[in-house]
T-cell receptor, first 113, second 115 residues
Framework: DAGVTQSPTHLIKTRGQQVTLRCSPK?????VSWYQQALGQGPQFIFQ???????QRGNFPDRFSGHQYPNYSSELNVNALLLGDSALYLC????????????FGEGSWLTVV | GNSVTQMEGPVTLSEEAFLTINCTYT??????LFWYVQYPGEGLQLLLK?????DKGSNKGFEATYRKETTSFHLEKGSVQVSDSAVYFC??????????????FGKGTLLTVNP
């Protein structure tokens, strides 16, 4: 049973460019969340998708957007990249509902130069 | 708002030493509490959890007890191993309306265990 898988593992982008990160949730999970983890910090919640809709959003600008597909996979898009967007981006999946365990992928390392 | 404060690191111990990593929280409501571990170059793994007051979560020799009166969830292990070297994150989640919302994390504590 595959866990949460993310791609790409590492990437380097230039300021002003756009990036798309991809996530496949753990089998059977219907809810996907994205987190940003800056170096030396704890993960910060970006947003959560369920039933192909954004259900909850953290304190991130509109440059950060996402999508969830009918097969529950998800994308995170970041436009107009800034140096400060350099971070580890973590995808997490779970079943919708209280008390269900949240599983994380290994993340996508984004470096903006 | 909700927040998690955990012991600043780094923490360096010798093998077989006793470990405590302190964690306190602030939440509007009754959260579920978690410890996640991040090994070098990897994502987050759930270590243990507790969903209500006085619950004790345990896994791989680690334990933490949900203390509502002190709003704490300290992580302990009686005898650490070199393989426990990692970053440990305390986190909470408020489950509202039957939905999973966001995990709020502390800043993490780097643990290094020397042989």
């Amino acid at each position: 049973d595959a866990g949460v898988t993310q791609s790409p593992t590492h990437l380097i982008k230039t300021r002003g460019q756009q990036v798309t990160l991809r996530c496949s949730p753990k089998s059977g999970h219907d809810t996907v969340s994205w987190y940003q983890q800056a170096l030396g910090q704890g993960p910060q919640f970006i947003f959560q998708y369920y039933e192909e809709e954004e259900r909850q959003r953290g304190n991130f600008p509109d440059r950060f957007s996402g999508h969830q597909y009918p097969n529950y996979s998800s994308e995170l898009n970041v436009n107009a990249l800034l140096l400060g967007d350099s971070a580890l981006y973590l995808c997490a999946s779970s079943l919708q509902g209280a008390g269900n365990t949240i599983y994380f992928g290994e993340g996508s390392w984004l470096t903006v130069v | 708002g909700n927040s998690v404060t955990q012991m600043e690191g780094p923490v360096t111990l010798s093998e077989e030493a006793f470990l405590t990593i302190n964690c306190t929280y602030t939440a509007t409501g009754y959260p579920s509490l978690f410890w996640y571990v991040q090994y070098p170059g990897e994502g987050l793994q759930l270590l243990l959890k507790a969903t209500k007051a006085d619950d004790k979560g345990s896994n791989k020799g680690f334990e933490a007890t949900y203390r509502k009166e002190t709003t704490s969830f300290h992580l302990e292990k009686g005898s650490v191993q070199v393989s426990d070297s990692a970053v440990y994150f305390c986190a909470l989640i408020l489950n509202s309306g039957g939905s999973n919302y966001k995990l709020t994390f502390g800043k993490g504590t780097l643990l290094t265990v020397n042989p």
